[in-house]
């Protein structure tokens, strides 16, 4: 090998213990290409410009007058002076460093703006141009001339268990040349001084000129004509290792990265994955309103598009891709032995995908699961600041924190800096802070930091602030990712972020679900530590109580012995939010806006339609098509969210056992659903009337009842959840509760099935006639619903027990 070979290595020469010569993207990258291609897993070819090559760069003398068009950076003048007269890069950057402070954002700025510039400004080694050159020539013999490349820093000290560096140094994508190449290496290695990366690894105890930075060249993968994104082998948010979280969105994966978009995302889950079952247990359909492409634009070499409307409304990557993303993931964790934050690259030529990089999760190898902490709340209050309009913003919640402060509202991180050495100017000149009013002031520690988006170089800031709010972004973004390991509350993709009031108070809950709610005005809020001993056996058999799917993946690391009881509701007026026979009858609802005939199909229902203003009937029609448009049945919705719904739960508590009551809402609550009203009657006392069992048995009812069957059957036969339970609600007699288990057998999902069922006692026929219940239905057990119970024996509305001049409750003798 000859002495400019010495400063490469291809990716078939490294792996994950040759960090120190390579990075840690480097390092990774050669230990899947050299281990994991034989099982699936595609890595791009390339090879890493090593960190001797880096030695011989920032080693070699320099001239003085090499960096007379250095420019002076605020404040720095000194400093500049005293790194021009050093003899070598090496010595430069020392003395620009000397004393930083990443409290003092302007020192720290002007320091690492001196820097960056004097590295651009140092001549480039014959033998790394030499060594790089030789490389290039060779993946332009592998993939044909010209061949575009990405040009990715990868330092000695990232990508570590204990630090991701994620997002610090810089990166340059669809690259040509050698000169080019040799160009975009040297600006990699300016990023090595980012302001963000200095101050992160100061506030880590390691010394920024203690790490060395290797440069991967590698080919890139044509995402700019498919799709990428990330995806990591353990759910972000809880740190549960049950599922594989995979983020997706049109184009180049900057953005995804970035958090500038709101992607797709799936969640799959890994038993099911093993057993070759469909697995993707959960979906969100991402706005992905803009990508990333190549630009054929000199100066730069991407650009950014907007996406049609037709494909934003369609999943960015089709479920086989979804499922070989997640197969991968899988190996690359099993390999590595621990949870991995990977990303990837599907090629619009080949339509194949690709892994470009994969490192340690880092914030929940950290935390142990031995305490809980749990905000609050009252509920009260939440019920309170919703109903009174005080609702400001809402976006997705990250983690599950509650922060309150004085919004400070930035376009970007230049007006930030702006700001402080205006403030800056204002002390020199002898006027003291608190004669400052507090609108004029800078961002301080406890405020609530609201932005467009958010890059590395705001973490300095984001540390410090109660809560942090984002226009953009999702749930891998890098306000979500900052936020986590921080561990402060943030709301992202929240599109009125940037009409918060400026210096007033709000509030910011990611504590009510999948769901962050910014409300005006600062409030009460407490903070639960629960220690959990998780090997600790419980006497007493615990299940919980779930209500938002969402919460499920959190919820599951409580020593429980599984889900006492999973109401679909929360499903159906969350995830659904449309009457179930709005859905079915969709085509007749159209036809009858047409031409005002009620079809046979309607005639039930004659009554709702002439009462209903057509309107309303024309505006939830139009919400349907605008919400199922991708289904040519729009019954397809409902399945889908159901199932994923359930799924999610029982994946999240897997093996634990799941008992999900089947629907129970009463008329009432039904009419509240879009396209309600048309179907459903006006009773005087819905708690008694029409609901559970008798609904699915109803003509006009069981197809509905048909599309939850459906649900639960993929949940158990598609997913291959066994651990699924089902209860039915209020089952007047055991003739209904036989009919009902009969409709369930029809889908699959009955006990003889496999699928235990449960009645809700909340009827005295439930307790009289017991014995007949649990023969007829083929019971695997019951639960109690006392508040019913309570109703029905005493023959008091539950709606009214609050004025019922002798109050009864469950206590009561006869309960």
């Not at 340059?172 to 980012?194: M, Q």
Request: hydrophobic content about 40%; overall charge negative.
């Amino acid at each position: 090998m000859s002495e400019k070979c010495e400063l490469v290595q291809w990716f078939d020469e490294v792996g994950k213990d040759d960090a120190g010569l390579v990075g840690g993207k480097g390092a990774s990258l050669g230990e899947m290409y050299r281990n994991l291609c034989d099982c699936g897993v595609l890595i791009p070819n390339g090879f890493n410009v090593n960190v001797e090559a880096y030695a011989l760069f920032v080693d070699a003398d320099v001239t003085p007058s090499t960096w007379d068009n250095v420019a002076e950076p605020a404040g720095m003048a000194d400093v500049r002076t005293a790194a021009l007269e050093s003899g070598t890069l090496a010595d430069a950057l020392e003395v620009c460093l000397a004393d930083a402070d990443p409290s003092d954002h302007l020192d720290m700025h002007g320091r690492a703006a001196l820097a960056r510039a004097l590295v651009l400004q140092t001549p480039i080694p014959d033998e790394v141009r030499a060594a790089v050159a030789e490389g290039y020539a060779r993946l332009c013999d592998e993939y044909g001339q010209g061949v575009d490349v990405a040009v990715r820093s990868s330092a000695t000290t990232e990508d570590s268990a204990e630090a991701s560096f994620a997002g610090q140094y810089d990166s340059y994508l669809n690259v040509h040349g050698v000169d080019s190449v040799v160009e975009h290496w040297r600006r990699c290695v300016a990023s090595l001084f980012n302001e963000r990366a200095i101050c992160y690894q100061l506030e880590k105890g390691l010394d920024p000129l203690a790490s060395a930075l290797s440069v991967v060249v590698m080919k890139m993968v044509r995402s700019d004509l498919a799709a990428s994104g990330v995806m990591f082998s353990i759910d972000p948010d809880s740190g549960h290792r049950g599922v594989i979280h995979i983020a997706s969105a049109y184009g180049l994966g900057e953005l995804v990265v970035q958090g500038s978009i709101s992607p797709d995302t799936f969640t799959v889950w890994k038993e099911g994955l093993r057993r070759g079952n469909f697995a993707i247990v959960h979906r969100h359909l991402g706005s992905k309103d803009r990508r990333m492409v190549y630009s054929d634009d000199e100066v730069q070499d991407t650009r950014i598009d907007e996406v049609p409307l037709k494909e934003r409304r369609a999943w960015s990557i089709k479920t086989l891709e979804c499922r070989h993303l997640a197969e991968m993931a899988l190996n690359i964790e099993e390999h590595y032995g621990a949870p991995m934050d990977i990303e990837w690259a599907k090629d619009g030529v080949t339509n194949e995908l690709y892994i470009v990089q994969a490192r340690p999760e880092t914030v929940h190898a950290r935390n142990g699961q031995a305490k809980l902490e749990r905000y609050m709340m009252a509920p009260e209050l939440i019920a309170s600041l919703k109903s009174s309009g005080k609702v400001l913003a809402t976006g997705q919640a990250v983690g599950k924190r509650i922060g309150s402060g004085k919004v400070r509202l930035y376009k970007n991180y230049e007006e930030v800096l702006e700001r402080r050495r205006a403030m800056k100017d204002r002390i020199a000149d002898g006027v003291k802070l608190d004669e400052i009013p507090e609108a004029e002031r800078v961002f301080e520690e406890g405020d609530v930091l609201v932005t467009g988006m958010t890059t590395p170089d705001w973490e300095p800031m984001m540390k410090l602030a109660s809560l942090i709010v984002t226009r953009k972004g999702g749930r891998t973004s890098h306000a979500a990712i900052i936020a986590r390991e921080f561990g402060i509350p943030a709301v992202v993709g929240c599109s009125e972020a940037l009409d918060l009031p400026m210096h007033e108070p709000v509030t910011g809950s990611c504590a009510e679900g999948d769901t962050g709610w910014i409300y005006a005005g600062e409030h009460p809020f407490e903070i639960e530590q629960i220690e959990v001993d998780t090997d600790m056996e419980l006497h007493t058999k615990i299940k919980l109580n779930v209500g938002f799917p969402t919460k499920s993946l959190a919820d599951s690391h409580l020593p429980v012995d599984g889900v006492g009881l999973a109401r679909i509701e929360f499903v159906l007026s969350s995830e659904v939010r449309i009457h179930p026979l709005a859905l079915v009858h969709h085509e007749d609802l159209k036809k009858y806006l047409e031409t005002g005939v009620v079809s046979q199909a309607l005639s039930p229902y004659a009554e709702g339609l002439e009462r209903e203003d057509e309107s309303v009937i024309r505006a939830s029609v139009d919400e349907v098509e605008r919400r199922a448009w991708s289904y040519e049945d729009k019954r397809g919705l409902f399945i889908d969210k159901l199932r994923e719904g359930v799924g999610l739960i029982c994946a999240a508590f897997h093996p634990r056992p799941v008992l999900v009551r089947l629907s129970d809402f009463k008329s009432n609550e039904y009419r509240e659903l879009l396209g309600g009203r048309v179907f459903e009657p006006y009773e005087e006392n819905p708690m008694i009337a029409w609901r559970g069992a008798s609904r699915y048995l109803d003509d006009q009812f069981r197809p509905a009842f048909e599309m939850e069957c459906k649900a639960m059957a993929s949940v158990v036969h598609d997913f291959g959840l066994d651990n699924l339970q089902l209860m039915i609600p209020f089952c007047r007699s055991p003739e209904e509760g036989e009919a009902v288990k009969d409709v369930l057998s029809e889908f699959n999902i009955g006990p003889k099935d496999g699928v235990p069922l449960f009645v809700m006692v909340e009827l005295p026929s439930n307790v009289i006639d017991a014995e007949a219940f649990i023969e007829k239905m083929e019971l695997h057990g019951g639960s109690i619903g006392s508040n019913d119970l309570v109703q029905t024996v005493y023959a008091v509305s539950r709606d009214d027990l609050e004025n019922y001049q002798h109050p009864v409750d469950a206590r009561s003798p006869a309960v």
